[in-house]
């Protein structure tokens, strides 16, 4: 069974920092990752997409909106993806996915149950 794994946020206090953890994991199976990012989808609105990694690179692309305060990175030995959120804004409030295209015999799309962050302001 493939997992992805998603731990922290809660509330933050606007102008602060917070970090998301997505940990996969596919039992009894071998799988490489291929791309893992993060999505969000705050009440009323559909879900976005905010960053992503290239797991053989490390090369990050990010939406223009959390530019310069959001940092996507890796543990390749833990196969974990992390999301720093610094400066954040109650703009940022959202239910935040995890997400990867994993590949095993073929490569294949999942997704997190999602974990909430809200901002106060």
């Known amino acids: 069974q493939v997992q992805l794994v998603e731990s922290g946020g809660g509330l933050v206090q606007a102008g602060g920092s917070t970090r998301l953890s997505c940990a996969a994991s596919?039992?009894?199976?071998?799988?490489?990752?291929?791309?893992m990012d993060w999505y969000r989808q705050a009440p009323g609105k559909e879900r976005e997409f905010v960053a992503t990694i290239n797991w053989a690179t490390g090369s990050t692309s990010y939406t223009d909106s959390v530019k310069d305060r959001f940092t996507i990175s890796r543990d390749n030995a833990k196969n974990t993806v992390y999301l720093q959120m610094n400066k954040v804004k109650p703009e940022d409030t959202a239910i935040y996915y995890c997400?990867?295209?994993?590949?095993?015999?073929?490569?294949?799309?999942?997704w997190g149950q999602g974990t909430q962050v809200t901002v106060s302001s």
């Open positions: 596919a039992s009894g199976r071998t799988f490489s990752i291929v791309n």
């Open positions: 997400h990867s295209i994993m590949r095993m015999t073929v490569d294949w799309s999942y």
